[in-house]
């Protein structure tokens, strides 16, 4: 998120709270709030901070049987496989990302964690990758499902924003993707928009974390910032190697960083390279309805009968959470960002 968007959230703030605002800046950044242990070690919200321009945390963080369902306002999320993750997505139906990323709730794809969960059918194509330095998902998804507006492109959500409260406010990551134990994830984005998603976790172990979860290339998209392999209709999990960290790429051996423009200077309307996709490894394919089977109806209701009830088996397009059409021949979708996609999604940035 840029400044341009937080001068706009700040009169929105204003607009609506009408609260006294007394500064913008938390005492303590998101990403910096670090110590939290699941399950019991979790404070009722994480972000407490009042009188801030943006608000007070739209959720919270101790979510349990009382706050399983699909009003959850619950904002800790998860990310352990293809089976078992969550998504950030806005409270409300037919919500723009761009207007709500401070608010998004998480929407998960298995009951017991007081959460939301992803309606049953939404998902259409998911890829999960374990990699030396990260767990990532990347998918397709009936974006309206998840109270999304159906042509949204979306955005970014990440522990920074510009004020540093984190994209939603107060939205915490766990993850068993490691070293199989709960451990809070540090760094980590999730691109949201264009009916598909991608979500990496970056291993706080590691010392590379804050560079392959990189939060500063919210105009670039899941191409860029998670160049993957994800096949609308296909459902896997893979090893893989880790990725070039976000904007770092090769020419000719040499090495080169992209910096996204400003705003200001308008639509990004070509890009110098194309992000490599890591090789991969140990793929193995799943059934939707044999993973997923306990998901509600489109509805809300919740219904635990049946789990998916079609695999889609449609053909990849170059459209996808902004779709960059460049790395991928054929089947595979780059889930990314193309030029129409920037361009609507800048817009709504701008609003
Ligand atoms: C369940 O979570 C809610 C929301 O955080 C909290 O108010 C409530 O006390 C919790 N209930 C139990 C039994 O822990
Ligand atoms: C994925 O496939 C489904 C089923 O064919 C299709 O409706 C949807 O538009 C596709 N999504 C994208 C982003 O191409
Ligand atoms: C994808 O690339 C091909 C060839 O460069 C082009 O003809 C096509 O229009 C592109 N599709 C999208 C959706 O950008």
Same mark, same amino acid.
């Given at each position: 998120?840029?400044?341009?968007?937080?001068?706009?959230?700040?009169?929105?703030? &204003?607009?609506?709270?009408?609260?006294?605002?007394?500064?913008?800046?938390?005492?303590?950044?998101?990403?910096?709030?670090?110590? !939290?242990? %699941? @399950?019991?070690?979790?404070?009722?919200?994480?972000?407490?901070?009042? /009188?801030?321009?943006?608000?007070?945390?739209?959720? !919270?963080?101790?979510? +349990?049987?009382?706050?399983?369902?699909?009003?959850?306002?619950?904002?800790?999320?998860?990310?352990? /496989?293809?089976?078992?993750?969550?998504?950030?997505? @806005?409270?409300?139906? +037919?919500?723009?990302?761009?207007?709500?990323?401070?608010?998004?709730?998480?929407?998960?794809?298995? @009951?017991?964690?007081?959460?939301?969960?992803?309606?049953?059918?939404?998902?259409?194509?998911?890829?999960?990758?374990?990699?030396?330095?990260?767990?990532?998902?990347?998918?397709?998804?009936?974006?309206?499902?998840?109270?999304?507006?159906?042509?949204?492109?979306?955005?970014?959500?990440?522990?920074?924003?510009?004020?540093?409260?984190?994209?939603?406010?107060?939205?915490?990551?766990?993850?068993?993707?490691?070293?199989?134990?709960?451990?809070?994830?540090?760094?980590?984005?999730?691109?949201?928009?264009?009916?598909?998603?991608?979500?990496?976790?970056?291993? @706080?172990?590691?010392?590379?974390?804050?560079?392959?979860?990189?939060?500063?290339?919210?105009?670039?998209?899941?191409?860029?910032?998670?160049?993957?392999?994800?096949?609308?209709?296909?459902?896997?999990?893979?090893?893989?190697?880790?990725?070039?960290?976000?904007?770092? !790429?090769?020419?000719?051996?040499?090495?080169?960083?992209?910096?996204?423009?400003?705003?200001?200077?308008?639509?990004?309307?070509?890009?110098? %390279?194309?992000?490599?996709?890591?090789?991969?490894?140990?793929?193995?394919?799943?059934?939707?309805?044999?993973? %997923?089977?306990?998901?509600?109806?489109?509805?809300?209701?919740?219904?635990?009968?049946?789990?998916?009830?079609?695999?889609?088996?449609?053909?990849?397009?170059?459209?996808?959470?902004?779709?960059?059409?460049?790395?991928?021949?054929?089947?595979?979708?780059?889930?990314?960002?193309?030029?129409?996609?920037?361009?609507?999604?800048?817009?709504?940035?701008? &609003?």
């Amino acid at each position: 998120m840029a400044l341009a968007k937080l001068v706009g959230l700040a009169t929105f703030a &204003v607009a609506v709270a009408n609260a006294q605002v007394t500064g913008t800046y938390p005492a303590t950044p998101l990403a910096s709030k670090t110590g !939290y242990t %699941y @399950p019991t070690g979790i404070p009722y919200k994480v972000d407490t901070d009042t /009188g801030l321009i943006r608000g007070q945390q739209a959720g !919270y963080n101790q979510c +349990n049987s009382t706050t399983e369902n699909q009003d959850s306002l619950c904002q800790t999320s998860f990310i352990n /496989g293809i089976d078992d993750f969550c998504l950030w997505a @806005p409270i409300e139906p +037919n919500s723009v990302v761009g207007n709500v990323e401070g608010e998004m709730v998480a929407w998960c794809t298995k @009951p017991g964690r007081g959460t939301r969960l992803i309606p049953d059918g939404a998902l259409q194509g998911v890829q999960f990758m374990k990699t030396p330095d990260y767990v990532q998902v990347v998918g397709f998804i009936d974006q309206e499902k998840i109270n999304m507006q159906p042509d949204d492109y979306g955005g970014e959500m990440d522990p920074h924003g510009a004020d540093l409260r984190g994209n939603p406010m107060g939205g915490i990551i766990f993850s068993q993707g490691f070293n199989g134990q709960w451990t809070q994830v540090v760094e980590w984005h999730n691109f949201m928009g264009g009916n598909a998603f991608c979500l990496k976790a970056c291993d @706080p172990s590691k010392p590379d974390d804050k560079h392959y979860c990189e939060h500063r290339l919210d105009r670039i998209g899941c191409a860029y910032n998670a160049p993957n392999a994800a096949r609308n209709g296909t459902f896997e999990s893979c090893d893989g190697d880790n990725q070039d960290f976000p904007g770092v !790429y090769t020419v000719n051996g040499a090495v080169m960083t992209y910096s996204q423009p400003p705003e200001a200077l308008g639509p990004i309307t070509t890009m110098p %390279y194309t992000a490599r996709v890591p090789a991969s490894s140990n793929c193995v394919q799943h059934t939707s309805a044999v993973i %997923y089977t306990a998901l509600p109806g489109a509805t809300g209701s919740a219904s635990s009968s049946g789990g998916s009830s079609s695999r889609p088996t449609g053909s990849a397009t170059g459209s996808a959470a902004g779709a960059s059409n460049t790395s991928n021949s054929g089947t595979k979708v780059s889930v990314g960002i193309g030029m129409a996609s920037l361009i609507s999604m800048i817009t709504a940035l701008l &609003v």
